[in-house]
């Protein structure tokens, strides 16, 4: 019995002893209403007690996510008329001719990504206790108002709202960043704020372009009713634009739009100003779950609802996938700041992705989306285990500490065995992900993806040369360091996090169908089938 | 039913060993042995269930059986199971890995616990996922699952070879080791992926599995199935695939150019050498070759490449060995030599000659490191060989072992490697005598390397145990106690006499004495023995090889005619050391080589221009990129930013603290524009 079949039989047997049903409707409400909540609380509260409350409050949204993710009853995709887990949809105001509702709902591809969040999240905050010493009660109110944004933009099915929680992701971001992090804070976060916003806005031209394209044959700016009017061919002419110009110019702003978020090369820019002026637990945050935010828009937008341009676009957009992964793994070579190293690295392992995503089979697509959750899981390990070894030597440089692995043996395991699963070490999620995706885009429908794939694997072998020369150079050897800070071992809420998120890396990545993998499949699936698209061709 | 019993408990094979890391990992520093006894209990009960499946695959027949689905169900193109293939090939190789590794267990309690070494439960628990991954490869019934634990087998080496890793040297041979065999991985992975993409499976076979990829290439060949050969040939695409597995093999056998790491990695306590030599890291490549050779058989091209790299690597590790000062050097290139000649025999057509010869060599090389080891204590971690001299007398029981197994090496008659050495060199011979060139070329890069296989061998055991001790150490040396003894003893008999499993001549001869490896080889599963592998290379279709003989000879006198030049080389070289190195007190005699000394010494210089590319080519091509990035990407961002509304200047304004105006902005600026497509579209009307 798969995962998902049990899941329904938990469901069914447990039914009489859950909360009334209108109740677990709301449960993605419930979840944002809680982080507000608790973000307002932690606001208020003394400096002193902001840590602990906060980890305390994130730990009822991990709680109830990991029910909802048990309990998960979703079928097919949630744009395509699959079953939509958690639904709930109020009917809120009227724009012109096009109702705005409170749409909310989860699928195979968000539910995943949610439970990636609220774990994120509270590691995170638990990440945060050692090194943010002042303005807490701030510090944590953001993380927990930022956790609510983030489950809404996996959420929400109406573009507005949508959109609401997009744009609402990045103010606390902004703050982390400007308030708490390095020497060149402003600067970092001036330039990820602006980058993102001029991002979203041709984002939004786009959509907009393609909202009013389809003129009549819409009557919402729900994402379900839009998507599956444009993959039904409903897409018009608009002004002088017609239909195939129309989708090919949306599909272009959209794609430039999410690929800042991800991101591909070569709007990657602000990614690694960003991470190295962050602080910690927002550079978790940052790597782990707002970069998905791109991917996850990519697929739900780009993919999902313009199918036949994604395919004629497919060679130069696996082009652009390969390059971020040869050309950002190249770039962590060229580093000596281990939080860069693990920032370009990032930039090449989201270029799996954009691969798998463009090849249109139902392990490309599906290891796309596993891919998500996977890099999630390991680049925040990999960040934390960053943050502790900065924490301790107030450094990051590779050069100036040799040996840590003796004075701080259960962190340099786990920077060990995190920098194996980032090199795609088998039994271990991002392996998994990676096979998906490569075997999914070998014999893909474009062109060259043979190819291309090829390439794209080469990428496991500069990962490997990167991460093996820093972890040489700083955990191995004799122990030295260049700065005047006692190195001990780091306390347990410090790798707590680093041990819990090893635990999930491992386990998806020797039961991926079970854990994961089934449930992504089942939404991805629909999308695959692009047999009845045809842009234009409708009425 | 005892047969379908032992191939129930067969998963625990690998099973135990994992949990003796688990054990080590979580408990070691607990136990007194530091987890030693935890590990030799569970390499000693997969020594057991190994024998019990050996027998049962003998009494009984094959075993395939899937026992964890990785991905599968109704929306899934092609399953990606674990399971486990139990036939002649694979209980052969799980007897072998799990004898080595139990005597490794044993043995570390004298070279690690007896020498008060830190972190011992970090070592036992390696060893043990080490000796877990390798069983977990050798039984896999998928190519996917082989590649899984291959990379895995990789990890361990990683972690046992930068075992003492607060020295620079080891981290460093450690992180080449990973890099070399990742980049042939980088080969592998692609095979892998291509197998699937034109196979849909990559099951090796095995009773119950018709659809093997195997299987399907072979269909194909002869237009009984068709596959997607993207554009290529049939044969050529299965070339292709073939050579990309190659990679990987050619990566963790030290094949050349792939061979630099293995030297460096010398660097690893002795005992973990002697296990990644004999039974699993180096030994992987080979075997996944024997693995699937029903597919390697189907291409000439493959086999002939797999015999050259073979017969080179052999030739070529063989001349480097001749000059080093250090016994684990000596060691080190043997290896590569001696599965240079693995390589050869299963290029040449020999699936027997080269599964023999990677028996014996487990016994022999296992034994040579464990008897290196021990010497290395008595000469307190000292391994110079200019340093030892005289430690014959006063270590006997390593003497006798290591000499054992240095004329097993060397292949003289009637120790082990005599024997396997000699059938490959004999089915190379044949082969190539039926008419390719490119196998006898290879045949005779092999048969020179026997030369000098029989001098550095004898070399190394005259520098070491014979003549006056050359240093006080040598004089006086640390004794050594049973647990070091004991697993020397038993390979010490083994290296001798394990080439009773094939003798080939005197079969030949008095047919009454069986061949039992190739006997135990032919006797498989449909589609996995050496009976259908021989139809294979000798049917036109696919390889194609013929079997010829020497000067008309006849084939009983071609055997023994093989027999004897390789013997006459192997006791020349032997006899040569003999008469340069004997006496009290030998002189290096490096000198006489002229200009070839430098050459190697420095072993051709291969290391220098693989460190050139990995770090020198590399690193530039990197910080180019990132100039590259810094200065035109990134310029070109703020170049823009600086000429619109958010120049510099207004941008340093904003940072003076008014943040919120800037946020308020953007907003406003989305909701105008959202206000302004509302107009346009009469929204508002």
Known sequence: MGSLAFARELRRATSCGLPPWGVVRMMLELLIALCLVGAFAVFVLPDEYAPKAAFGISLVPLVLSLYMYLTFDGVGNALLGGDIAFESQYQWLTLGSYDVSWFMGLDGISMPLVVLATLLTTLAILAS????????????????????????????????????????????????????GGARRKYAAIKFFVYTNIASIVMFVGFFGLVFGLGDSISSLALPEIAQALRAGELGSLGAFGPEQLALLAFLAMFVGFAVKVPVVPFHTWLPDAHVEAPTPASVMLAGVLLKMGTYALLRYNFTMLPTIARDLAVPIAALGVLSILYGAMLALAQSDLKRIVAYSSVSSMGYVTLGLVAYTMYGTGGATFQMVSHGLI????????????????????????????????????????????????????????????????????????????????????????????????????????????????????????????????????????????RVLDATEPILDTTVAAVGGGS | MAESLAFEFAPAIAVLPFVSFLVALLAGRYLPKKGAIAGMVATGGSLLLSAWT????????????????????????????????????????????????????????????????????????????????????????????????????????????????????????????????????????????????????????????????????????????????????????????????????????????????????????????????????????????????????????????????GGFTALFAATMAVVKREIKQVLAYSTISQYGYIMLALGGGG????????????????????????????????????????????????????????????????????????????????????????????????????????????????????????????????????????????????????????????????????????????????????????????????????????????????????????????????????????????AEHTDKLGALKPVLFNNYYQDEYQVWLAEGATVRVARLADRFDRGIIDGLVNFVSSLSLFSGDRLRRVQTGIVTNYAALLTLGLTLLLVAFGVMQGWFV
Not at chain 1, 458 to 466: N, R, W
Not at chain 2, 366 to 378: C, D, K, N
Not at chain 2, 507 to 535: C, F, K, M, Q, R
Not at chain 2, 545 to 554: D, K, V
């Open chain 1, 129 to 180: 206790w050692t090194p943010i010493d002042m303005r807490q009660s701030q510090f944590y109110g953001l993380m927990l108002f930022m956790e609510a944004s983030l489950i809404g933009v996996f959420g929400a099915l109406d573009f507005l709202i949508w959109f609401v929680f997009w744009e609402a992701v990045l103010v606390p971001m902004y703050f982390l960043i400007g308030i708490w």
């Open chain 1, 379 to 518: 680049s925040g390990l990999l960040f934390a285990c960053v943050g502790v070894i900065y924490n301790t030597t107030h450094t990051r440089m590779v050069g100036d500490m040799s040996g840590l692995a003796e004075k701080m043996p259960v962190t340099a395991g786990s920077f060990i065995v995190g920098a194996f699963a980032y090199m795609g070490l088998p039994l271990m999620a991002g392996f998994a992900a990676e096979f998906f995706v490569f075997v999914g885009s070998f014999d893909a429908h474009f062109a060259y993806s043979t190819v291309l794939t090829a390439l794209a694997m080469f990428g496991i072998v500069i990962v490997a040369g990167y991460l093996l020369w820093s972890m040489q150079r700083t955990l191995f050897g004799p122990f030295r360091s260049e700065t005047d800070y006692d190195v001990t071992t780091a306390s347990l809420h410090d790798v707590a996090p680093l041990l819990v998120l090893l635990v999930c890396i491992i386990a998806l990545g020797t039961f991926p169908y079970d854990l994961a993998f089934e």
């Open chain 2, 54 to 309: 050996l027998f049962a695959v003998h009494t009984g027949h094959a075993y395939q059986q899937t026992l964890y689905t990785w991905v599968g169900g109704e929306l899934v193109d092609f399953e990606l199971t674990f399971g486990i293939l139990l036939d002649p090939l694979s209980t052969l190789m799980l007897v072998i890995v799990s004898t080595i590794a139990f005597l490794v267990h044993m043995f570390s309690l004298g070279y690690m616990n007896d020498d008060g070494q830190t972190g011992l439960p970090r070592y036992y628990a390696e060893l043990g996922l080490f000796t877990a991954s390798m069983l977990g490869f050798v039984f896999a019934d998928n190519l996917l699952m082989a590649f899984m634990f291959f990379e895995l087998v990789g990890l361990c080496s990683y972690l046992l070879i930068g075992f003492w890793f607060r020295e620079a040297g080891p981290p460093s041979a450690a992180k080449k080791a990973f890099l070399v065999t990742r980049f042939g991985d980088y080969f592998f992975l692609i095979g892998v992926v291509g197998v699937f993409a034109t196979f849909g499976t990559s099951m090796f076979g095995g009773p119950g599995v018709d659809d093997s990829f195997v299987h399907v290439a072979e269909q194909a060949l002869v237009g009984e199935a068709s596959v997607n050969t993207f554009g290529f040939e049939p044969q050529t695409w299965f070339t292709i695939l073939g050579l990309l597995v190659l990679g990987g093999v050619m990566g963790k056998s030290a094949q050349f150019p792939f061979h630099t790491w293995l030297p460096d990695a010398m660097e690893g306590p002795t005992p973990v050498s002697a296990l990644i030599h004999a039974a699993t890291m180096v030994a992987a490549g080979v075997y996944l070759v024997a693995r699937m050779y029903g597919f390697y058989a189907l291409s000439p091209t493959a086999l002939a490449i797999i015999a050259l790299v």
């Open chain 2, 351 to 586: 699936y027997v000659a080269g599964v023999f010869h990677l028996t014996t060599h487990a016994f022999f090389k296992a034994l040579l490191f464990l008897g290196a080891g021990s010497v290395i204590i008595a000469m307190h971690h000292n391994e110079n060989m200019w340093d030892m001299g005289g430690l014959k007398e006063k270590m006997p029981v390593t003497y006798y072992a290591f000499l054992s197994g240095s004329l097993a090496l060397a292949g003289i008659v009637p120790f082990s490697g005599f024997w396997s050495k000699d059938e490959v060199l004999y089915e190379t011979l044949v082969h190539g005598l039926g008419g390719s060139p490119i196998l006898l070329a290879a045949y005779a890069m092999g048969l020179i390397a026997v030369f000098f296989t029989g001098f550095y061998t004898v070399r190394m055991v005259l520098l070491t145990f014979h003549g006056e001790p050359r240093s006080e150490t040598a004089a006086d040396p640390e004794p050594v106690r049973w647990n070091v003894k004991l697993p020397l003893a038993v390979l010490g008999v083994l290296a001798a006499v394990a080439g009773v499993i094939n003798l080939v001549p005197v079969h030949a001869v008095v047919s009454a004495v069986p061949e039992i490896l190739h006997d135990w080889l032919y006797h498989g599963p449909t589609g996995l023995n050496g009976e259908h592998y021989h139809e294979l290379i000798t049917n036109d279709a696919f390889a194609g090889y013929t079997s010829g003989e020497l000067l008309g000879l006849g084939e009983t006198g071609t055997l023994f005619a093989s027999a004897g030049i390789s013997l006459a080389l192997a006791v020349a070289g032997s006899l040569l050391a003999l008469v340069l190195y004997r006496g009290p007190d030998p």
